[in-house]
């Protein structure tokens, strides 16, 4: 039996996977975890019908699940976290204070580099969003912004911060995949990421300024009035973000900071609230569920809970259903082999590169597997056109983590969609950064500027030599 399939049964499989992705999701409205569930299904029938074996198949699904098992841990844990900080007046009270001193005009200016701050000292995107990320969405809600609006800033603000933080996982591994020293690689993201956020940040002023008239200030002073009868403000409500956040700077890792802010936020609950075990215990399983008697506090406020992370659960376990197969039968060995023989010039073997990553990230749903896989085989493909391999590194953040906010399926999509309450689709135009790296990576490679260059590594190949003059 072939350990790998033929170029034309790889491209069957390709092309049958976003057949059914699209119909489903697209024209029929499916849920997006059966949708993915059907294609890994079909994937792995056909890969088996041609030869791969199904303990092939099986490992890889194990080893693709194993991987996103911690993520999935962190997911419990911010539902969870994100319950017993409403419960126990932390988030309120960021809300409260919010209200009182955030001018409408400014806020998702604000909300965008408050995002960046916390992001790049604390090297996460989730931890930014779950804490911060969440309170910011009440805010919204008190100050008549749109939803989709600040959870486009909040979005663009926390991954920026984890493209440039030398504390983020991801630029780490990039870095690492790519033999490139990490301030090399960091500093070479500025290229295509900072472009990016100036443009967000100049959108989210005008967004405010048209949106800065219609608030109503009895409506945000019957918000303020509702969160102070209805909780104990009290300074010390905030030692948990302060907690999380010195924790997660100080490299720690971040399901136990995770854990400390339930802790936490479970003492605070009961000190502070008057809460027992029991309501305790509903807010980490279900969420925060009490009634303050205003529906837009209401909103506001129940949000949270492990049962509200299930779903996503799911959907990323469906996301590994569908992705393993199509490397058990060897689909990205057979579209890296046609790169390296159709690529005659530098800039078409990047553009390739980029596109491969882009489309393999859409199909997995997980820069964990496309760093790992395609990493060590793509680099070695730079040194030949004379090309420093921090062109890659960078093209894996822009077309791995700037772009999996914007996939619904992926780790972080589903993540962002599920804490922030907003769809992918309703927050992604509001979020330009996110896409705008690899418009301008595009321009960079088609123009040369921005694109770095070493001696080729087989100088005596006056091919090579040819290859890299043309960049």
Same mark, same amino acid.
């Given at each position: 039996?072939?350990?790998?399939?033929?170029?034309?049964?790889?491209?069957?499989? =390709?092309?049958?996977?976003?057949?059914?992705?699209?119909? @489903?999701?697209?024209?029929?409205?499916?849920?997006?975890? =059966?949708?993915?569930?059907?294609?890994?299904?079909?994937?792995?029938?056909?890969?088996?019908?041609?030869?791969? &074996?199904?303990?092939?198949?099986?490992?890889?699904?194990?080893?693709?699940?194993?991987?996103?098992?911690?993520?999935?841990?962190?997911? *419990?844990?911010?539902?969870?976290?994100?319950?017993?900080?409403?419960?126990?007046? +932390?988030?309120?009270?960021?809300?409260? /204070?919010?209200?009182?001193?955030?001018?409408?005009?400014?806020? *998702?200016?604000?909300?965008?580099?408050?995002?960046?701050?916390?992001?790049?000292?604390? #090297?996460?995107?989730?931890? +930014?969003?779950?804490?911060?990320?969440?309170?910011?969405?009440?805010?919204?809600? @008190?100050?008549?912004?749109?939803?989709?609006?600040?959870?486009?800033?909040?979005?663009?603000?926390?991954?920026? #911060?984890?493209?440039?933080?030398?504390?983020?996982?991801?630029?780490?591994?990039?870095?690492?995949?790519?033999?490139?020293?990490?301030?090399?690689?960091?500093?070479?993201?500025?290229?295509?990421?900072?472009?990016?956020?100036?443009?967000?940040?100049?959108?989210?002023?005008?967004?405010?300024?048209?949106?800065?008239?219609?608030?109503?200030?009895?409506?945000?002073?019957?918000?303020?009035? !509702?969160?102070?009868?209805?909780?104990?403000?009290?300074?010390?409500?905030? *030692?948990?973000?302060?907690? =999380?956040?010195?924790?997660?700077?100080?490299?720690?890792?971040?399901?136990?900071?995770?854990?400390?802010?339930?802790?936490?936020?479970?003492?605070?609950?009961?000190?502070?609230?008057?809460? #027992? =075990? !029991?309501?305790?215990?509903?807010?980490?399983?279900?969420?925060?569920?009490?009634?303050?008697?205003?529906?837009?506090?209401?909103?506001?406020?129940?949000?949270?809970?492990?049962?509200?992370?299930?779903?996503?659960?799911?959907?990323?376990?469906?996301?590994?259903?569908?992705?393993?197969?199509?490397?058990?039968?060897?689909?990205?060995?057979?579209?890296?082999?046609?790169?390296?023989?159709?690529?005659?010039?530098?800039?078409?073997?990047?553009?390739?590169?980029?596109?491969?990553?882009?489309?393999?990230?859409?199909? !997995?749903?997980?820069?964990?597997?496309?760093?790992?896989?395609?990493?060590?085989?793509?680099?070695?493909?730079?040194?030949?056109?004379?090309?420093?391999?921090?062109?890659?590194?960078?093209?894996?953040?822009?077309?791995?983590?700037? *772009?999996?906010?914007?996939?619904?399926?992926?780790?972080?999509?589903?993540?962002?969609?599920?804490?922030?309450?907003?769809?992918?689709?309703?927050?992604?135009? /509001?979020?330009?950064?996110?896409?705008?790296?690899?418009?301008?990576?595009?321009?960079?490679?088609? !123009?040369?500027?921005?694109?770095?260059?070493?001696?080729?590594?087989? &100088?005596?190949? +006056?091919?090579?030599?040819?290859?890299?003059?043309?960049?």
């Amino acid at each position: 039996m072939p350990n790998t399939l033929s170029t034309p049964k790889a491209i069957t499989l =390709i092309a049958l996977s976003i057949m059914i992705i699209f119909s @489903g999701i697209i024209a029929f409205d499916a849920p997006s975890t =059966i949708v993915l569930i059907a294609a890994g299904a079909a994937v792995i029938i056909l890969s088996m019908i041609w030869g791969i &074996k199904w303990e092939v198949i099986e490992k890889d699904l194990l080893d693709s699940i194993r991987s996103m098992f911690i993520p999935i841990l962190i997911l *419990l844990a911010v539902g969870m976290m994100v319950g017993i900080w409403m419960l126990s007046g +932390t988030i309120p009270m960021i809300v409260y /204070y919010g209200l009182l001193f955030i001018k409408p005009s400014i806020f *998702l200016f604000v909300v965008c580099l408050a995002c960046c701050l916390m992001s790049i000292m604390a #090297g996460t995107s989730w931890g +930014t969003i779950g804490t911060i990320g969440v309170a910011f969405m009440g805010v919204s809600i @008190g100050l008549g912004v749109p939803l989709p609006y600040t959870a486009g800033a909040i979005v663009v603000g926390a991954i920026f #911060g984890d493209k440039m933080s030398p504390l983020s996982d991801t630029t780490v591994m990039s870095a690492a995949v790519s033999d490139v020293r990490l301030v090399d690689h960091i500093r070479h993201m500025l290229y295509t990421t900072v472009p990016g956020l100036v443009i967000s940040l100049l959108l989210y002023l005008v967004l405010g300024f048209n949106y800065s008239g219609e608030i109503e200030n009895e409506k945000i002073t019957s918000i303020m009035n !509702t969160l102070d009868t209805h909780f104990n403000l009290n300074p010390i409500l905030l *030692l948990p973000p302060i907690v =999380i956040l010195f924790l997660i700077y100080r490299n720690k890792p971040t399901l136990p900071v995770f854990g400390v802010g339930i802790i936490l936020g479970g003492l605070l609950a009961a000190i502070f609230q008057g809460q #027992g =075990i !029991t309501e305790i215990a509903t807010a980490l399983n279900e969420g925060f569920l009490s009634s303050t008697g205003v529906e837009l506090v209401d909103e506001m406020l129940q949000r949270g809970g492990l049962e509200g992370m299930l779903g996503t659960v799911g959907l990323l376990i469906a996301a590994a259903v569908f992705g393993s197969p199509l490397r058990s039968a060897g689909v990205i060995d057979v579209i890296l082999n046609s790169i390296q023989r159709l690529a005659k010039t530098g800039k078409s073997m990047m553009l390739s590169n980029l596109s491969l990553h882009s489309f393999m990230f859409i199909i !997995t749903g997980s820069y964990y597997v496309t760093f790992a896989v395609l990493g060590p085989m793509m680099k070695s493909m730079y040194d030949k056109y004379g090309l420093h391999r921090k062109n890659f590194s960078r093209t894996l953040e822009d077309t791995g983590t700037a *772009l999996a906010p914007l996939i619904p399926w992926s780790v972080t999509g589903a993540f962002i969609a599920e804490t922030l309450g907003v769809a992918t689709g309703d927050y992604a135009l /509001y979020a330009p950064m996110l896409y705008l790296g690899i418009i301008f990576a595009i321009i960079y490679i088609i !123009t040369g500027f921005g694109i770095a260059k070493v001696e080729p590594t087989n &100088k005596g190949n +006056t091919n090579a030599a040819q290859h890299a003059a043309d960049i």
